[in-house]
């Protein structure tokens, strides 16, 4: 008995009870982190590259292509990419220097998946079923043999945007963050914006 106690004090001194009191809040926060997200799977991110786009600005992309497969709408917001050290992100593409975080625009894509004419957005609302675009440019180095040693083997880099909820009660405010790592090679050469030398864009 007196061990138990000499045991329980040297606890007390050493703060243990603190310890795993603070262990056992991180783990039930991170447990309804999960659980929290995974009610808020009416929400699909689908990422898809196209290296030789035939724009002259933008020869290599990442696509970013977002639908509500939920009832109620939602509001994409703040969308940004951070890639990794090694993905090549190219010139043109929009980066903050201090956050190396590079800015991610949405324009609504048509059922037949077909760019809507219109500018594009940094906040964007959909609707049951629809469906916005947002693409980065990415190294001019890069032909299909050598981005696509790279998919799979390396993390590209990460998503990170907030999702609104606009179905009945209260706007929710949910934290998104998906990394990208295995990506499709994109069918469709879908519209990339203005391009100076008017190159026409077949569609495979």
């Known amino acids: 008995m007196e061990t138990l106690i000499n045991t329980l004090k ?13 262990v056992a809040a991180v783990v039930g926060a991170s447990a309804l982190y999960v659980f929290f997200r995974r009610r808020h799977s009416g929400f699909s991110l689908y990422v898809s590259y196209r290296i030789g786009t035939g724009h002259s600005l933008y020869p290599n992309v990442i696509y970013f292509t977002a639908m509500n497969i939920a009832d109620a709408p939602i509001v994409i917001c703040r969308p940004n990419f951070r890639p990794s050290k090694h993905l090549s992100i190219d010139d043109t593409a ?4 201090d956050t190396l975080d590079y800015e991610l625009k949405f324009r609504h894509i048509s059922p037949d998946y077909k760019i809507v004419k219109g500018n594009s957005f940094t906040t964007i609302l959909l609707r049951h079923r629809e469906s916005a675009m947002a693409y980065l440019p990415i190294g001019r ?3 299909d043999a050598s981005f696509q040693a790279l998919i799979g083997k390396k993390t590209l880099g990460w998503i990170n945007f907030d999702i609104v909820t606009l179905g009945e009660g209260r706007p929710r405010i949910i934290r998104m963050k998906q990394k990208v790592r295995r990506i499709v090679k994109e069918a ?17």
Do not use: Q, R, V
């Open 188 to 204: 469709h050469s879908l519209e990339l914006g203005f391009d100076p030398t008017n190159t026409p864009k077949a569609e495979n």
């Open 94 to 97: 929009h980066g903050n220097l």
């Open 10 to 22: 040297f606890c007390a001194d050493i703060a243990l009870w603190d310890m795993l009191t603070c």
């Open 141 to 143: 180095c890069y032909d």
